[in-house]
């Protein structure tokens, strides 16, 4: 069991400690008696089990062994799985608070760095969760959105872009090499377009639609960790999102630290001082042992957090730097941000990079204005005081990592899936022709061959009807958010089953998004299954389980920025379909994947991408 898990060279823990460590696993073998579920190990429960075999693999086969109500054990924590769908919408409606994540990884952390988890909106509980959700909210209401559709719209458009001006450079030198009459030349010529690995594309593409939209800034400048030049991912990538791993200065960049965040939320990428997590009576002293010592991919988590940490407060000094008064607004005492300055920002200055935070019509707020909404808030569960800078702090890196990674994720996705259905892409492509303007030859000044009158508006958008469809059976078939968590406060009773206070409670997402009683064909890609009756659907939406498709999470809880996530999706899908055709390249079905806090491609996606012949797919 230790030598699965790697662990290192410790002295046995003293015989208090075992003896402690002894008596809270009997009680917590008795607490849990009655509710079946495989066979957990001492110390480490069935984290083995989730290590050798995907806990989507493993929760999937649980459930057909013991039943919808199971509990499973990773380290010294229990979790009940609710797989029923009824039973799974009445704890996410009826219950509020995230359960703490349960990768070790982050329980190691220390200071600062530990203070992000408890402050950030994820794992933020009760009145001060609403505090925080009140203040985010304001960021995706409808102006808002609509706000960012030309930042997201040109995102797209720059991709776009430069893979066309990667195609044609690739063709060049192919019809060149075909000219000197070299057989392997001749060959590797009769092959058209450009090989490019996809997620790293889309986490790149997500991470600007961040900077610019929330921040007003542009993530690929050197002073963010960038490299000041916007690279297409090679194709040889062992990891998902290949990306520079470090800035011209050196440091970690950007999209490496959030990828790499994203990599040890892994099981596979647990620290070997993931034991310590098994004695909580000696994990305050743990943490620092394991920080000081750290293998590899604890390192790792801390390099990239360190990373994330300082971008974070980078963009908080900008922030300041741009609206600082003659009066020294913009800096901090005792810790807090100033409340004069945030509501300040709430009123005026310069509508990109912070203001107006928030707009008198219809609560929206201006691109860039992210941080001037979270200046202005207050904690209600406090007095109504005004954030400090580490509240702060665990938002910025919230919104960086949340919209860096599952937007990413679907997208990549969906071309996958594509690429491997020509004939929906064909669907898609007919759909793209019918509402965007037609395909031509690149002559405007960005190269992306479309001019102003050729932006992709929110009118346009809502047209795309099974581009969004495409999108939601990508999630249904590949949730980047593959489960979720309650937390109970008092005991509750699920299908008959006694559930003690404070329990972990896991709804299988992945499980319900392909249950047979849910889904027709629950393995095959039908995008039409998300399209009304009357646009070509093939199943009853209105029938259909009110729970059995949720991608965004549900009730309360529900992701606050599904809309913002949605509409960027759309956006880079319609543009790269209207201009490009994608071809799988061959070993990648099935498609490896990577299961951790999200589900992502393990290797990423690697397509052949040339450009659309003008009524072709």
Known sequence: MLTLLKLPSLTPPPPAMQIITLLQEVVTRWRYRHIPGPRPRWLTGNINDIIKGGLINCTNGWIQQYGPVIRFRLMGRVFVMISDPDAARSVLTKLTNHAQLANPNMHLMTGNLRAMDRFGLLMAKDDYWRSLRTAWQPAFAPPSLRGYQALMDAEARSLVARLEARIAAAEAQAAEAAQAAEAEAQAAAGREGLAVEVHGEMSRLTLAVVGTAAYGVDFNSPEYGGSGVAALSPTTSSAPASAPASSPSGELSLVAACNDWFR????????KWAIATAFPVALPLLR??????????????????RMLSKTSIRLMDDWRARHATGNGNGATTNGSAPAANGTAAANGGAANGGGPAVRAA???????????????????SSGGRALSDAEIEAQVQTFLLAGFETTANALTFAVYLLALHPDKAACLVAELDRHLPPHRPAGSADGSGLDAADELTMETLDKLVYTEAVINEAMRLFPPAHGTTRINEKPMQILGYDIPAGSTLWIPIAHLHKKDSLWAEPEAFRPERFLPADAGGVEQLAARHPHAHQPFGAGTRMCVGWRFAMQEAKTVLARLFQRLAFELEPGQVPLPLSVGLTLAPKHGVVVRIRRRRHGAA
């Open 264 to 271: 040890t939320m892994s099981p596979a990428q647990r620290s």
């Open 288 to 305: 620092h042992v394991a920080c000081a010592l750290a293998d590899g991919p604890l390192a790792m988590h801390i390099r990239a957090r």
């Open 362 to 380: 219809g609560g929206g707020v201006a691109p860039g204005s992210f941080l001037g909404l979270m200046l202005a808030a207050r904690d209600k």
